[in-house]
């Protein structure tokens, strides 16, 4: 950004909300000179500053590469609606907080895939920064546009936009990929040299040296590589030693409050329950525990950092980190005196301990948020949720014992076999948590009473889930279910909230679209699609034309059940779970048998080819699933 454009900016920062969103130069951050490095990164967060400062990704990113003697990396986030407009009428391009340098400067223009409604963002974000959205259109003087997060597990949406794809922990490929960047740049390699070496990293996924064809009924004929470089399937990277791995201690502090104003410690990545709805669970598979040794370590050097009076303690399931009662005693004998307070994100309904409840609120009491997911056991079943009536309310009682008044209880509606008497149950479970704070003696309980809050969300399948092959719910459905589900929520102390229907609906047919989605995002984007997760830009009328004008039916993506021998966009990506292992455990669903906690035995993910999860036994115990399906394939 030159001088002239600089000067318009900082006068553009008085006409719109939050500029501390654009200002830069927190405490923290790291200015390297633009001129000292071979490989400048820009790391894209499609979202707004807010929800950009509270990942713990980009943060872990940021602090990886800028380590790095050879490169730099700087913060992009999604401007709002009145500064992106601004900038559009004055002309002025998106830019990095640290130097203000313009996207289409950079090497590597990086995004991460949080959530498939922000893909209109990524776009919006290439426009803005002077760089073509399309893959196809961008010459050799263009940045190599690449993206990863848990949403890159199906990348064909964002094919024809996304020159190469990081698929699994960043952590290593991170650096491979830079290697290859500077090294391809020395030698003044063309783009493609460049993305045929990129393809030869494990779990890098180039979608331009891979073909499609499709069958008249618009499924999948073939997909299969069209280069020899590119692998017949990518397998994704996984970080063995997470006690090891890079980890930022001096994150940057924002002026402004975010989402997540306070420091994380990631206790550990993965999980072992096998929820068979949850995404996550099989996508950072296996577990892998960070050490106590470590994280009090890391704790004392972000709290020196950054001042932050709040900790959290990050993971998919935090009650099953192996040493959770001794981590909080020792983090709040550290930090009661300096005011600093623990809060426990992801706690299972099943695995909270009284005695980390109580240790956890010395300082502060944070809110207790608890996800029985399925209002009835038998849709739980389905589900293997691995939790009981019996356990929601031993949570409660215990959590209103030690002086919490406060609590949220997460639920899905529309999952599959889902009925009438499972939504009962949802009001019924509310009912009962009401009744575990009211048999709390007086004293026990709060002056500002008691508050439920019971939230709904729509269940979408997603990719590498037993329930992938699921058809959603069409939005009438949802409409009459969100109906009964207020009148059966119509409870003292309870509040209920929804989402959208027709956000949900298009989060499913994105997350399993496939590459033609490309068309519908990109058309979506120029009818004025952006911030789409946000209720107050969010424009269904114009997805809606946009399919309509690529000859798309979204229900052929969300509301169509798929046959097993469907090709499924995502097929060619190795998770580590093999699709014979998901077939077994959708089988078991139908019956609404429960598989056990991978800790408990194993039960023939797939992963134990890869050598990489600590579960497996050997001898693998039998399993006793209703598929006849092997235990390994």
């Keep these: 950004m030159n001088a002239h454009e600089n000067n318009r900016l900082e006068a553009l920062l008085e006409q719109v909300q939050k500029p501390a969103r654009y200002t830069g130069g927190e405490m923290n951050t790291c200015q390297k000179e633009w001129d000292s490095v071979p490989v400048r990164f820009a790391f894209c967060f499609p979202d707004t500053y807010e929800i950009a400062m509270s990942h713990l990704g980009m943060k872990i990113l940021y602090h990886l590469i800028n380590a790095r003697s050879d490169a730099l990396c700087e913060r992009v986030c999604m401007p709002g609606a009145d500064m992106a407009d601004l900038m559009r009428e004055q002309n002025i391009p998106l830019f990095g907080l640290e130097s203000r340098a313009a996207l289409n400067e950079f090497d590597i223009v990086g ?28 010459g050799e003087d263009m940045p190599l546009i690449v993206a990863g997060g848990p949403c890159a597990f199906n990348p064909e949406p964002l094919a024809p936009f996304i020159d190469a794809f990081m698929i699994g922990d960043g952590e290593e490929v991170m650096h491979e990929l830079i290697d290859v960047v500077r090294d391809c740049k020395a030698a003044n ?13 494990e779990g890098v996924y180039v979608p331009a040296l891979y073909s499609v064809s499709y069958n008249p009924d618009g499924t999948i004929a073939t997909f299969a590589p069209n280069d020899p470089a590119a692998p017949a399937m990518v397998k994704k990277r996984v970080v063995k030693d997470l006690t090891n791995a890079s980890y930022p ?5 924002p002026y402004t409050e975010i989402v997540h104003d306070r420091m994380v410690l990631e206790i550990m990545r993965g999980c072992t329950r096998g929820c068979r709805f949850c995404q996550a669970g099989m996508l950072y598979r296996p577990v892998r525990e960070r050490s106590m040794e470590k994280l009090l370590e890391l704790a004392d050097e972000l709290q020196k950092s950054t001042g932050y009076e709040e900790m959290s303690l990050s993971s998919l399931s935090s009650g099953d980190f192996t040493c959770l009662p001794e981590l909080i005693r020792e983090l709040m004998k550290r930090y009661k005196e300096k005011r600093v307070s623990v809060s426990l994100p992801s706690m299972r309904i099943d695995n909270i301990v009284k005695d980390s409840l109580e240790e956890a609120q010395q300082v502060k009491k944070s809110g ?37 008044s406060s609590v949220k209880l997460y639920f899905m509606m529309g999952l599959p076999t889902e009925t009438d008497e499972d939504l009962q149950g949802i009001g019924q479970l509310a009912q009962k948590v009401v009744g575990a704070y009211y048999r709390q003696p007086k004293e026990k309980r ?46 003292k102390c309870v509040n209920f909230h929804w989402h959208e229907s027709e956000l949900s609906m298009l989060e499913a047919c994105v997350a399993r679209g496939d590459r033609r989605l490309g068309d ?23 997805w809606v034309e946009a399919f309509n004008e690529c000859n798309l039916d979204p229900a052929f993506y969300a509301h169509r059940e798929r046959p097993y021998e469907e090709i499924l966009p995502w097929q060619f990506i190795d998770a580590g779970v093999s699709q014979e ?8 669903s139908k019956a609404g048998a429960v598989t056990k906690d991978c800790r408990k035995g194993c039960n023939g993910c797939g992963l134990h080819k890869w050598h990489v999860c600590d579960w497996v036994e050997n001898p693998p115990l039998k399993d006793t699933d209703t598929l006849n399906a092997p235990l390994f394939d």
């Excluded at 974000?125 to 196809?136: A, E």
């Excluded at 201690?249 to 502090?253: D, E, H, L, N, S």
Aim: overall charge positive.
């Design 249 to 253: 201690t001096a994150i940057p502090v």
């Design 446 to 491: 709060s002056k500002n009473g008691l508050k439920v809050t019971c939230s709904a969300s729509v269940f979408v399948p997603k990719p590498f889930t037993p329930f992938q092959w699921a058809a959603q719910d069409t939005i009438e459905m949802v409409h009459e279910k969100q109906a009964a589900l207020r009148q059966y929520l119509k409870l």
């Design 581 to 588: 292992y998901l077939k077994r455990e959708n089988e078991k």
């Design 189 to 201: 390699a063309g783009k493609m040299d460049t993305l045929r070496a990129l393809a030869k990293i």
């Design 111 to 138: 995004f991460t895939l949080q959530y498939e409604m922000s893909f209109t963002n990524i776009l919006e974000m290439l426009s803005l920064g002077r760089i073509p959205v399309y893959s196809k259109d961008r």
């Design 368 to 404: 207790l948020t608890l996800a029985p997911e399925a209002g009835t056991q038998r849709l739980r079943d389905v589900i293997n949720k691995g939790v009981t009536e019996e356990d929601l309310i031993r949570a409660v009682s215990d959590a209103f014992e030690c002086g919490w």
């Design 520 to 542: 519908v995002i990109y058309t979506a984007w120029q009818k004025g699609c952006r911030l789409d997760s946000w209720n107050e830009h969010f424009k269904y009328d114009l």
